[in-house]
Nanobody, 125 residues
Framework: QVRLVESGGGLVQAGGSLRLSCLASGNIDKIIAMGWYRQTPGKQRELVATTSMSGTANYADAVKGRFTISEDNAKNTVYLQMNSLKPEDTGVYYC???????????????????WGQGTQVTVSS
């Protein structure tokens, strides 16, 4: 079993900053990638930022230049530093991880997506 636990959400005024953290724990052989997605009522979950866990990051256009994703491989943790927050950044932020498990001595493996429970971010105007 794999568990993702997010923390760091909250209420902040426009222009402020928050830092989200996501810790992956459990039966993990390798983390292929981790990322953050967000969802607001009535809308589909959308990508915010992802990392390959080796320094390659990808950002949604709406957050480029304001958000920074980083990882600590030793701690199986990914962070999202959010600066210059806007009211439209409000939503539930979900952590995602693509995790590899070795399933045979010959090296066969299985990759699977996992999601955290989400953390609320509210930006007031």
């Amino acid at each position: 079993q794999v568990r993702l636990v997010e923390s760091g959400g909250g209420l902040v005024q426009a222009g402020g900053s928050l830092r989200l953290s996501c810790l992956a724990s459990g039966n993990i052989d390798k983390i292929i990638a981790m990322g953050w997605y967000r969802q607001t009522p009535g809308k589909q979950r959308e990508l915010v930022a992802t990392t390959s866990m080796s320094g390659t990051a990808n950002y949604a256009d709406a957050v480029k230049g304001r958000f920074t994703i980083s990882e600590d491989n030793a701690k199986n943790t990914v962070y999202l530093q959010m600066n210059s927050l806007k009211p439209e950044d409000t939503g539930v932020y979900y952590c995602n991880a693509l995790i590899r498990k070795v399933i045979s001595v010959e090296g066969a493996y299985s990759d699977r997506d996992y999601w955290g429970q989400g953390t609320q971010v509210t930006v007031s105007s």
